[in-house]
């Protein structure tokens, strides 16, 4: 395993898991499914998930339940990858005040 708990992390994208290791199905042969790419899609349009658990041969990521995933669907390391900030209200955009 080449991450560790904590990493955030970049998938693949379905097209780049397609390529390298074929499909068969609606399964990518790494044991990418397209229930992944979806959620993945829909939740995290960046691609940047966080390892929450290593285990001998795959890993669970924070806040993205029921799949697990292995070194060949990350496509790399996130360094510097920030999270953006939450705005609460619209006010926070618009505040003039100094």
């Known amino acids: 395993?080449?991450?560790?708990?904590?990493?955030?992390?970049?998938?693949?994208?379905?097209?780049?898991?397609?390529?390298?290791y074929g499909l068969n199905g609606d399964v990518i042969e790494c044991g990418f499914v397209i229930g992944?790419?979806?959620?993945?899609?829909?939740?995290?349009?960046?691609?940047?998930?966080?390892?929450?658990?290593?285990?001998?041969?795959?890993?669970?990521m924070k806040n993205f339940k029921y799949y697990v995933w292995n070194d060949k669907m990350i496509k790399c390391l996130a360094k510097?990858?920030?999270?953006?900030?939450?705005?609460t209200s619209r006010f926070d955009i618009l505040d003039f005040r100094e």
């Open 1 to 20: 395993m080449r991450y560790k708990v904590g990493d955030k992390v970049k998938i693949k994208t379905w097209k780049e898991m397609q390529k390298k």
């Open 36 to 60: 992944m790419e979806k959620q993945l899609n829909e939740k995290f349009p960046d691609r940047i998930l966080e390892i929450e658990t290593v285990n001998k041969c795959n890993y669970s």
């Open 80 to 87: 510097g990858y920030k999270e953006p900030e939450q705005i």
